[in-house]
T-cell receptor, first 111, second 115 residues
Framework: GESVGLHLPTLSVQEGDNSIINCAYS??????FIWYKQESGKGPQFIID?????DKRQGQRVTVLLNKTVKHLSLQIAATQPGDSAVYFC??????????FGQGTTLQVKP | NAGVTQTPKFRVLKTGQSMTLLCAQD?????MYWYRQDPGMGLRLIHY???????AKGEVPDGYNVSRLKKQNFLLGLESAAPSQTSVYFC??????????????FGPGTRLTVL
């Protein structure tokens, strides 16, 4: 079946450094991808999305890169801050309309 | 705007009891969703709605029912709770006209324990 997986369950970075969170998906027919952030005890929060006809999209301090050849996407956070500490999920939407979530990478920001 | 709100925040049930989780959104969104989140499983879609009076099954609908009598509310019911339904439940919403399967705003969650 379809799956979405993150490469590392935990990522620890120094405050001010850039963070890169990676995600792999299995369905080559996936055409839309979303990154969510979930802080402890809260619901997921939409960060940024990207369609399959793009390979890069930038937001405020965040960039998502999509490599359809190897079915991989990444979330880059510039100048990581303590407030960025959270669990980050990627999700892929297939052409059947099913959104598959990964299990999440915990980002820890060290002061 | 309050966004997406959920009640209750916490609940403990005994096996066989019933309950209803309420979700409300004040953004006039067409699409609403119910997810459950379990350790090691990621978020899984239970039911969703593409508009007032409509509902559809998601990935894990068994044991749950939903209703969308008003556009702003989406109710999730458990008729006979089972320990396997212990989970954190999230409601979400998104504007119509976009991709149905892509929730934009999530509520704070309801932590349900079934003993």
């Amino acid at each position: 079946g379809e799956s979405v997986g993150l490469h590392l369950p935990t990522l620890s970075v120094q405050e001010g450094d850039n963070s890169i969170i990676n995600c792999a998906y299995s369905n080559s027919a996936s055409d839309y991808f979303i990154w969510y952030k979930q802080e402890s005890g809260k619901g997921p929060q939409f960060i940024i999305d990207i369609r399959s006809n793009m390979d890069k999209r930038q937001g405020q301090r965040v960039t998502v890169l999509l490599n359809k050849t190897v079915k991989h996407l990444s979330l880059q956070i510039a100048a990581t801050q303590p407030g960025d500490s959270a669990v980050y999920f990627c999700a892929s939407l297939s052409n059947t309309g099913k959104l598959i979530f990964g299990q999440g990478t915990t980002l820890q920001v060290k002061p | 705007n309050a966004g997406v709100t959920q009640t209750p925040k916490f609940r403990v049930l005994k096996t066989g009891q019933s309950m209803t989780l309420l979700c409300a959104q004040d953004m006039n969104h067409e699409y609403m969703y119910w997810y459950r989140q379990d350790p090691g499983m990621g978020l899984r879609l239970i039911h969703y709605s593409v508009g007032e009076g409509t509902t559809a099954k998601g990935e894990v609908p068994d044991g749950y029912n939903v209703s969308r009598l008003k556009k702003q509310n989406f109710l999730l019911g458990l008729e006979s709770a089972a320990p396997s339904q212990t989970s954190v439940y999230f409601c979400a919403s998104s504007a119509g006209g976009g991709l149905v399967g892509s929730p934009r705003f999530f509520g704070p969650g309801t932590r349900l324990t079934v003993l």
